[in-house]
Structures are given as structure tokens and as C-alpha cells.
T-cell receptor, first 114, second 113 residues
Framework: AAGVIQSPRHLIKEKRETATLKCYPI?????VYWYQQGPGQDPQFLIS???????DKGSIPDRFSAQQFSDYHSELNMSSLELGDSALYFC?????????????FGPGTRLTVL | GQQLNQSPQSMFIQEGEDVSMNCTSS?????WLWYKQDPGEGPVLLIA?????ELTSNGRLTAQFGITRKDSFLNISASIPSDVGIYFC?????????????FGQGTILTVHP
């Protein structure tokens, strides 16, 4: 079965640079979530979109923005990168009309800021 | 925000042993989810629970949604080396934060052959 696709899988950036992470949800899923996971930490919710509209916002820095496009893929844009932004970034998708909260996660993008 | 207390933090067991881990909170939830994460990979959904008292199995895994709706446990029977990984409980914030998941701190499982 098709899963959530994230690209790139690995990304290395310098401080103050920008980064764009992409997420392609499971086909027919209409909701996308972004999570950040630091080393040895649990995933922390950043932001979510339902039908291309922002549906919820967590502890996402103002330097980050995201959107969901007409084909339901989503992009997380990160500017003025800081060393502390180094983490695994996961995208998850779900079907709003499906079982509550059954979110399926992608393999993640490992971002390293030097 | 909601805090999930997951224990134990880590477990070292022999292959063939049974494992039990749990999550508790001071808040009431409508959903409990259990995920497994391999190093450098995304969490994989193992079991989803939607009703207080519900007991659900997935192969050697069994999970229960506590009657008080404030806790859940996950059991793994007859562990095998591929059970190694980090297990997370997760739940929704409810209300307007419909889909956002909050995770426990994770249980690191090591299985010795």
C-alpha cells in the first residue's frame, strides 16, 4: 500500500539559510500534519492542514511556515535556520472522515544545521 | 497542555519474554494510539483504541484503553529481536485540536537473543 512520502530524506544547511521540506500524503488522505522530533525526544506537533486550510497550530516558530496545495501535498518552509532546528521532521496524513486520529507517518526528513 | 507519562523509560529483556508498558495522564481522552519507531524512521501505528475498556490485539500485541479514560497499556507477548525499537503512546488533544497528537516520552525496548 502507498505510504506517506517525504523529501528530501536528509538535508544539511548552514545557519541562517532556508529549507523546504515536502510531504506527499497517502492517496485520498485530506489532512496533513507536521511534527518535529529532537534527539531522544518524542515527536512534537507543529502544524496541520485540512482541505488546504490550516486546521491547527502547535509550537511552530514564526520563522517556519507551511501550506497544503491543491493536490494535497504539503511543504514546510523554514527560514533563518538555527542550530536548534536540527531534528527529524515528520509528516503524517489521515482521512478526516476515517477513524479518529489514525495518522500515518512518513519516513521523515533529517535536517542538520551547521 | 496534556502530559502523558509513559513507563518504563527503557526495558532490556530476553527473547521470548513478555513485555508490558503503560501510559497515564491526569486528563481524559477519547483515543489512545500505540506507535513503534525504528531508529531514523517514522512512527508506525500498531494499535488504535477508541472506547473505554476496549481491549484490542494485533498479533502478539495487546493494548487496552483504561476504564477511567486516563490510561492505556501495551503488552507484547513472546518477544523477538525485531521487536526492538521505541514504543510511543499517543492521544489526541480533543476539542478544537481534533487531530493533533500528543506523545508519551517513549519506551526503549531492547531484546537480547
Amino acid at each position: 500500500a502507498a505510504g506517506v512520502i517525504q523529501s528530501p530524506r536528509h538535508l544539511i544547511k548552514e545557519k541562517r539559510e532556508t529549507a523546504t521540506l515536502k510531504c506527499y500524503p497517502i492517496p485520498r488522505h485530506d489532512t496533513v500534519y507536521w511534527y518535529q522530533q529532537g534527539p531522544g525526544q518524542d515527536p512534537q506537533f507543529l502544524i496541520s492542514f485540512y482541505e488546504k486550510m490550516q486546521s491547527d497550530k502547535g509550537s511552530i516558530p514564526d520563522r517556519f511556515s507551511a501550506q497544503q496545495f491543491s493536490d494535497y501535498h504539503s511543504e514546510l518552509n523554514m527560514s533563518s535556520l538555527e542550530l536548534g532546528d536540527s531534528a527529524l521532521y515528520f509528516c503524517a496524513s489521515s482521512l478526516a472522515s476515517g477513524p479518529l486520529n489514525e495518522q500515518f507517518f512518513g519516513p521523515g526528513t533529517r535536517l542538520t544545521v551547521l | 497542555g496534556q502530559q502523558l507519562n509513559q513507563s518504563p523509560q527503557s526495558m532490556f529483556i530476553q527473547e521470548g519474554e513478555d513485555v508490558s508498558m503503560n501510559c497515564t495522564s491526569s486528563s481524559i481522552f477519547n483515543t489512545w494510539l500505540w506507535y513503534k519507531q525504528d531508529p531514523g524512521e517514522g512512527p508506525v501505528l500498531l494499535i488504535a483504541l477508541y472506547k473505554a475498556g476496549e481491549l484490542t490485539s494485533n498479533g502478539r500485541l495487546t493494548a487496552q484503553f483504561g476504564i477511567t479514560r486516563k490510561d492505556s497499556f501495551l503488552n507484547i507477548s513472546a518477544s523477538i529481536p525485531s521487536d526492538v525499537g521505541i514504543y510511543f503512546c499517543a492521544t489526541n488533544a480533543g476539542g478544537t485540536s481534533y487531530g493533533k497528537l500528543t506523545f508519551g516520552q517513549g519506551t526503549i525496548l531492547t531484546v537480547h537473543p
